[in-house]
């Protein structure tokens, strides 16, 4: 199968209508809010290993409990995103994960298992987080057409910015007036609100959304790629995705996105209070800055991206865009180990956040790109990777810091982006995933 875009029509048809961007906006808005309820655990980590007696490396585990459940669901999620549809998919996921948020703290403490059953709290959790984006980009590939998807993704992406930022502030806030507990229960109830928004205005695809007019019907479908041999809704069997070699490599730098990424939603709090010194309302305010710093570079990388697209094409917009990122964000974590105020590092790694989210939508229109009808199931297999990147360093993290001292952990991060960075130079950006690209 070739698939082809509309290219003429990308480049002369003046945007219509808006009510893709009302979906986009509510995407963005989920993001924010699983980013939230997936935060909360690492600025309540002091409580909660006070309460529970645990060691950084056992609470380095609960984090990883969550990881593994979100990446290991992730290419079944994207399976299931692509088979009941993505919008129902994730209004599932949302109740799912907002239950277990609100149980977490009824675990009890003075159980020998006690950390068992934390971990599995978790990594249930997890499990409903992970089909977020891959429903998320099955939406992008029904409905923003290709000149978009760079800012669509961008827009979404940011919500993780925006909910990792809120999450010290809010968090810290509610532990200082009430106990940590009722942090998390609140968590859940702003995941419900949003839950039901999310089932109120969003639909598959443009054509069962009532709301979406003729002209802007037609601006999408213009700007949609057009299969050439296969049915529109067809998907691709999982043999092919798994053993597709692009598909590999954008998984490959995807991990390495991960594993930078985890350090700032798991050890970057505990890291400015506990060993850089700070008291917990100053690190509550630093440790906002690089969420910050993705929330605007998420929106911004991805507009830049579909600006560089008609001019320059996917090689410099989307892999370019990436590879790019991935580098400066290396850079900046490692310099961040060389700095000695406080404040000042934090700022250096809000610098790294930034660039890092400056590569993300890039990810994900690519892997829309490549999957089509597919597009759930082969996001979930490439964000499997990246989750398994923040597996890892959740739990490596202390045990290098242990062992080599902070400055070596961060200087690993920044070694590993260097890779993530080398793999684009492996990805064509005009592939797709076919029965017969293997």
């Not at 993780?160 to 968590?187: D, E, K, N």
Request: net charge positive.
């Amino acid at each position: 199968m070739q698939e082809v875009y509309q290219q003429a029509t990308v480049r002369t048809t003046a945007p219509q209508g808006g009510q893709r961007w009302i979906v986009v906006g509510c995407a963005f808005l989920v993001a924010a809010v699983s980013y939230l309820d997936r935060n909360n655990i690492s600025i309540a980590a002091g409580p909660l290993q006070r309460q529970f007696l645990l060691s950084n490396v056992q609470l380095g585990a609960v984090f990883s409990a969550f990881v593994l459940g979100y990446a290991l669901s992730q290419p079944l999620a994207g399976r299931v995103a692509d088979r009941i549809g993505a919008s129902r998919a994730i209004a599932i996921a949302i109740i799912w994960w907002s239950v277990f948020t609100a149980l977490l703290p009824f675990v009890p403490a003075t159980l020998s298992y006690s950390i068992g059953l934390l971990m599995a709290v978790r990594f249930l959790l997890g499990v409903g987080e992970s089909i977020i984006f891959p429903a998320s980009n099955r939406l992008i590939a029904s409905w923003i057409p290709l000149q978009e998807r760079g800012l669509a993704n961008g827009i979404i992406f940011s919500g993780v910015g925006v909910g990792g930022s809120a999450a010290p502030p809010l968090i810290t806030a509610i532990m200082v007036r009430y106990q940590w507990h009722w942090a998390f229960w609140l968590c859940a109830l702003i995941g419900l609100l949003a839950g039901a928004l999310w089932i109120a205005l969003v639909r598959d695809t443009p054509a069962e959304q009532n709301r979406v007019g003729g002209a802007e019907l037609h601006y999408i479908q213009a700007g949609l790629p057009i299969a050439s041999s296969s049915p529109p809704l067809s998907t691709v069997h999982w043999r092919v995705i798994l053993s597709d070699r692009h598909v590999l490599m954008l998984t490959v730098s995807y991990f390495c996105y991960g594993y930078v990424a985890y350090i700032f939603f798991t050890w970057l709090f505990k890291y400015l209070s506990d060993v850089r010194g700070l008291s917990l309302r100053s690190s509550a305010i630093y440790t906002m800055l690089p969420f910050i710093a993705m929330a605007v570079a998420s929106s911004l990388g991805g507009w830049v991206s579909d600006r560089l697209l008609v001019p320059f094409g996917k090689r410099v917009a989307r892999c370019g865009i990436a590879a790019l990122g991935l580098l400066i964000a290396g850079i900046f974590v490692w310099l961040a180990t060389q700095v000695h105020d406080t404040r000042v590092a934090a700022l250096v790694l809000a610098g790294g956040a930034g660039a890092l989210y400056f590569a993300q939508s890039a990810y994900w229109a690519m892997s829309a790109d490549m999957g089509g009808a597919s597009a759930g199931a082969v996001s979930g297999v490439m964000n499997m990777g990246c989750q398994l990147g923040g597996a890892v360093t959740a739990s490596l993290t202390p045990v290098v810091a242990t062992q080599l001292g902070w400055t070596a952990s961060f200087a690993l991060a920044a070694g590993i982006c260097l890779v993530g960075a080398i793999a684009w130079a492996f990805i064509d950006p005009f592939h797709t995933v076919t029965d017969r690209s293997v």
